[in-house]
């Protein structure tokens, strides 16, 4: 509607009509038509392989021969992924394997000791049971139940 001097047409809406006084044209965008997006193809590989022979030599006393991170020599080394997939191609062992014989801090989950305490003390005055106590711990704090018993047996309270 035209909202001139009270007179009604109806060819203009306001808006439009503002904008023609205004001295101000806009013009209306079409919608544009998404095209689906064609999915990205390398031609080439982006970081080529690692040649593990060209990797350190055999004068190297440490490189390959004996990670452990456990030691500060491999803590503070900068080639310390490199050294580990050089030792797991000369021993036959994976990563996993080498998690698993040894105990690396960093892989350690840690759970809030404070909560925990609070949590099976008040489950404990509760009159909760032993096996309950650790299912609500495995289901709250997501541990195992290895992780849950032992937790149970830190913070029980004494009677």
């Known amino acids: 509607m035209d909202w001139v001097a009270g007179t009604q047409s109806m060819d203009l809406s306001r808006k439009d009509y503002l904008l023609k006084t205004s001295g101000f044209i806009m013009t209306r965008k079409k919608k544009e038509i ?8 390398p031609t080439k590989t982006m970081l080529p392989p690692v040649d ?3 990797i350190g030599s055999n004068e190297d006393p440490c490189f390959g ?3 452990d991170l456990t030691t500060n020599e491999c803590k503070i080394c900068g080639d310390s992924e490199l050294c580990c ?11 996993k394997q080498l998690e ?19 949590t099976v003390r008040q489950l404990c005055r509760k009159g909760l049971e032993r096996k309950e106590i650790m299912d609500r711990l495995m289901a709250k704090y997501t541990m195992s139940r290895q992780d ?4 149970y047996k830190k913070f029980k309270p004494s009677k």
């Open 65 to 67: 021969k004996g990670y």
């Open 148 to 151: 849950a018993r032992a937790m």
């Open 100 to 118: 698993e014989e040894n105990n690396y801090k960093d892989m350690d989950i840690l759970y809030d000791q404070q909560a925990v305490k609070k």
């Open 52 to 54: 593990l022979q060209a």
């Open 34 to 41: 998404e095209k689906p997006k064609e999915e990205f193809k």
């Open 85 to 95: 997939i050089k030792f797991a191609a000369l021993t036959g062992k994976t990563r």
